[in-house]
């Protein structure tokens, strides 16, 4: 076996990997803590992937902290971090593209980032080549991805097993994110009314309500109240397919996406 955990699994030890485009925050430390406390070895790789951004997306913009984020990982005592260049990922001649298809890209955030999705399996399943682990940690914050990268490991029988992890938010709920850095002090203080709203929608299905329309509508007058904020979408969905929920009982996903001060946000709940 080749790959930069070959030396490890070689010996016999399992090696949890953690892709992340950097900026790091606790939401991150929690998937590196977790494939620590599971396997004796985890390889963390940092790589803003032009693949998966739009032409119109904040590629340019997205933070890039490396310096902060090495400090970070060697006090969490993981044993390689990756950081390849563009040069590495995608030499010239680089001619594979994986494309997405079906029921896991017809909603939430795919038809708003045409591509997206596609750039992201690319760069994953190239990722889990260069490493070679056992288990992936991904994070339940990108609900979607997480479901499309375990089909797509399933689909490539890639023997690599994926491990979903909770969503870390912060003291007033506002779930982690690399881009929360960009707001402007109003806009901080205005976010965590999503995952305010996402609760108050969940507090419905716990008293018995199962009407989509009705959930969703309660979510999305909460956030229509900020004026700041632009809801791109709320969808309630199946965990696992991603197919359009009817019905919303407990176990249905609610997430959505939106705008304030020009950073896009996403959240979701598990109802
Ligand atoms: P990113 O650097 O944004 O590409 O994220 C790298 C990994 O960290 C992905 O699997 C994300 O889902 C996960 N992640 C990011 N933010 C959070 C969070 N607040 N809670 C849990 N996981 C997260």
């Known amino acids: 076996m080749q790959g930069l955990a070959a030396q490890w699994r070689k010996a016999g030890k399992s090696v949890g990997f953690v892709p992340t485009m950097g900026a790091l925050h606790r939401g991150h430390l929690e998937l590196v803590r977790r494939s620590r406390r ?10 803003v992937n032009p693949l998966q951004f739009g032409p119109k997306e904040d590629f340019s913009q997205y933070p890039r902290t490396l310096k902060e984020d090495l400090s970070f990982l060697k006090k969490e005592k993981v044993q390689a971090v990756f950081t390849p260049s563009d040069k590495d990922m995608y030499p010239q001649g680089f001619c594979v593209q994986l494309e997405v298809t079906g029921s896991l890209v017809r909603g939430l955030c795919a038809p708003y980032r045409p591509g997206h999705f596609n750039g992201v399996a690319t ?48 003291a ?24 305010r709203a996402l609760k108050a929608g969940k507090r419905l299905v716990d008293f018995g309500e199962t009407k989509e329309e009705k959930v969703l509508a309660e979510i999305g007058k909460i956030i229509r109240e ?45 109802v």
């Open 38 to 47: 599971e396997n004796p070895v985890t390889v963390v790789s940092i790589y």
């Open 123 to 170: 760069v994953v399943v190239k990722l889990l080549g260069a490493v070679q682990p056992t288990k992936l940690y991904l994070g339940q914050k990108d609900a979607q991805q997480a479901a499309i990268l375990g089909q797509v490991l399933r689909d490539l029988n890639l023997g690599v097993q994926t491990v979903v992890c909770p969503i870390v938010r912060e």
């Open 172 to 195: 007033d709920g506002l779930a982690m994110s690399s881009r929360n850095r960009r707001l402007t002090p109003e806009g901080r203080r205005i976010a965590p009314t999503l995952y």
């Open 226 to 270: 900020e004026r700041k904020i632009r809801l791109q979408y709320l969808e309630a969905v199946d965990p696992v397919t991603l197919q359009p929920a009817s019905r919303i009982k407990p176990g249905t996903l609610v997430a959505l996406a939106a705008y304030l001060d020009n950073v896009r946000l996403i959240d979701n709940i598990v």
